[in-house]
């Protein structure tokens, strides 16, 4: 399959304009997909903000439902204000936990934290590498994984081709979508999103569409 908008680049942000081109490319190559956005017209262009607090944001969102993620958020940056790095670290455990953090989050936000003020990760220069160089510098962070990485891309950075392969989200989805009797492993996921390249950020948001509108999630 040939794409006609090859200007947009793997590093390059998504736009109005080149999230429209992406779907009406996608659902040519793509039935199913073509089928949600007829059923359930565009997905919203979900996003989380650069930097710090975008991480944070997306490690609160581990393993929890997004209306709990959002509540802690919500109160943590009630608490720090402004919610920084240096001003994370200024609050003990117990003052965190108050909010609502578990003791394993604030653990990972600490990791986060001092290896920012500690200098040893500059994220605004991540921003501007590729991908590989970027997830090898967050993976050594403890507390951010593949997924946590694959959201920041996809959300944050707005990287087009980002694709979380074990979004439990995504997962289901496909397999509504496909009436399968058992999930796909992210590895299989993995295999059968490579149709969807350069785009996957986009079919995953189709994807997360269907899901939400299926009544079985919600990524508000």
Same mark, same amino acid.
């Given at each position: 399959? /040939?794409?006609? =908008?090859?200007?947009?680049?793997?590093?390059?942000?998504?736009?109005?304009?080149?999230?429209?081109?992406? *779907?009406? $490319?996608?659902?040519?190559?793509?039935?199913? !997909?073509?089928?949600?956005?007829?059923?359930?017209?565009? %997905? %919203?262009?979900? /996003?989380?903000?650069?930097?710090?607090?975008?991480?944070?944001? *997306?490690?609160?969102?581990?393993?929890?439902?997004?209306?709990? @993620?959002?509540? *802690? =958020?919500?109160?943590?940056?009630? !608490?720090?204000?402004?919610?920084?790095?240096?001003?994370?670290?200024? +609050?003990?455990?117990?003052?965190?936990?108050?909010?609502?953090?578990? &003791?394993?989050?604030?653990? #990972?936000?600490?990791?986060?934290?001092?290896?920012?003020?500690?200098? $040893?990760?500059?994220?605004?220069?991540?921003?501007?590498?590729? /991908?590989?160089?970027? &997830?090898? /510098?967050?993976?050594?962070?403890?507390?951010?994984?593949?997924?946590?990485?694959?959201? #920041?891309?996809?959300?944050?950075?707005?990287? %087009?081709?980002? +694709? %979380?392969?074990?979004?439990?989200?995504?997962?289901? @989805? #496909?397999?509504?979508?496909?009436?399968?009797?058992?999930?796909?492993?992210?590895?299989?996921?993995?295999?059968?999103?490579?149709?969807?390249?350069? +785009?996957? @950020?986009?079919?995953?948001?189709?994807?997360?569409? #269907?899901?939400?509108?299926?009544?079985?999630?919600?990524?508000?």
């Amino acid at each position: 399959m /040939e794409y006609k =908008y090859d200007m947009l680049t793997p590093n390059q942000p998504l736009t109005e304009i080149a999230i429209a081109q992406a *779907i009406q $490319e996608l659902t040519k190559c793509d039935e199913d !997909l073509a089928y949600i956005i007829e059923t359930h017209g565009y %997905p %919203p262009n979900w /996003e989380r903000e650069k930097g710090f607090i975008g991480l944070v944001r *997306i490690i609160l969102g581990q393993q929890v439902s997004v209306a709990a @993620a959002n509540s *802690i =958020y919500n109160r943590l940056q009630s !608490l720090i204000i402004p919610l920084s790095p240096e001003n994370f670290l200024k +609050f003990d455990d117990a003052q965190l936990q108050a909010v609502g953090l578990s &003791r394993q989050k604030i653990l #990972y936000i600490r990791n986060l934290a001092n290896a920012i003020t500690n200098r $040893e990760l500059n994220l605004d220069e991540l921003e501007r590498t590729d /991908e590989a160089i970027l &997830r090898q /510098e967050l993976i050594k962070i403890k507390g951010i994984g593949e997924w946590t990485i694959d959201i #920041y891309l996809m959300m944050s950075l707005q990287r %087009p081709d980002a +694709f %979380p392969k074990g979004d439990l989200g995504v997962i289901i @989805a #496909y397999q509504k979508l496909k009436n399968l009797p058992t999930r796909t492993t992210p590895k299989e996921l993995e295999i059968i999103a490579e149709k969807w390249r350069p +785009f996957r @950020a986009i079919a995953t948001r189709i994807l997360w569409h #269907y899901y939400l509108n299926q009544g079985v999630g919600n990524k508000s």
